[in-house]
């Protein structure tokens, strides 16, 4: 199923959104459609819908970009009931040396966790299963002790609490949002230690306030947060990937130091993610 063997490197660790990007887990769309539309991003394109070839050319590019600065890329296995493979980062986060396996929030995506599963277990990998209905890693954001988790229709308080019992040397923190969103890292996503990217309408004054005290805060306005600009992967040395079409966001990263490698997964984000969404760190260094 998958070409690799138990003697590749296992060593696995991720303490935050921004280091060195040294592994990390993806998927070909290779059936990627929308069936029901799951977001209002889906809702907008349901009439246009995906065109598969194109998807997979710029997933393609996605990996060479992941490749060329410095990534393991380990590709697990589409299959043709999933059209939301693609989506790695839900099935799963790494928190320290442990991979956690999400419970999917909508039925449309049970079973994914299953192959992620499969495969640690294949390579030896730690992992713990989140038992409690539900838990999708779009809603984890990690920084050092502290995890801060959306509360979604994805995620539970429910399964947080587990969350937080499986990591009793760290803080994690709920974060509510508006509903109409499907997960945090559309929102909200931590760039630097010190740093991070909010779409701040979608939070209560509280909720900014409380993310103030820890970054300073980069807004995003309505038009890229519906091209999923927060969306960004930190490949680590401040570089990142973004697309082309957020521009006021690439021109304020620039402007801030960060290199923005500009790449288009614009038939991707018609499912309603973009560059996190499409990649489960395992290791970062």
């Given amino acids: 199923m998958l070409m690799e063997s138990k003697e590749s490197n296992q060593v696995i660790s991720c303490t935050n959104e921004y280091d060195r990007l040294e592994r990390v887990l993806v998927c070909p769309p290779a059936f990627m459609k929308i069936e029901e539309p799951i977001n209002e991003t889906q809702k907008h394109f349901l009439d246009e819908n995906i065109n598969q070839e194109k998807a997979m050319e710029q997933h393609r590019n996605f990996i060479q970009a992941l490749h060329s600065n410095g ?43 299953v192959v992620l599963q499969d495969w640690l277990e294949e390579m030896g990998i730690k992992h713990e299963k989140i038992e409690t209905f539900a838990i999708e890693g779009g809603d984890v954001i990690v920084d050092g002790s502290i995890v801060w988790v959306g509360v979604s229709s994805r995620t539970t308080e429910e399964a947080i609490a587990e969350l937080q019992s499986n990591l009793p040397e760290h803080k994690v923190i709920p974060v509510p949002f508006d509903s109409q969103f499907l997960h945090l890292d559309c929102l909200f996503n931590i760039i630097s230690s010190d740093e991070a990217l909010i779409y701040s309408k979608a939070f209560s004054k509280e909720t900014v306030e409380r993310f103030a005290e820890h970054y300073t805060l980069i807004e995003v306005n309505d038009g890229e947060q519906f091209t999923m600009g927060p969306n960004v992967l930190s490949l680590g040395d401040r570089t990142m990937l973004s697309l082309p079409v957020n521009k006021e966001i690439n021109k304020e990263l620039k402007l801030m130091g960060y290199k923005v490698i500009e790449l288009d997964i614009s038939e991707i984000i018609k499912s309603g993610g973009s560059f996190r969404c499409c990649s489960l760190p395992i290791k970062r260094g």
Avoid: C, W, Y
């Fill in 71 to 113: 990534a393991d890329v380990v590709q697990l296995p589409p299959i043709n009931h999933f059209p939301e493979q693609v989506f790695t980062r839900d099935i799963g986060f790494t928190i320290d040396d442990t991979v956690f396996i999400s419970t999917m929030g909508t039925k449309m995506r049970n079973g994914e966790e």
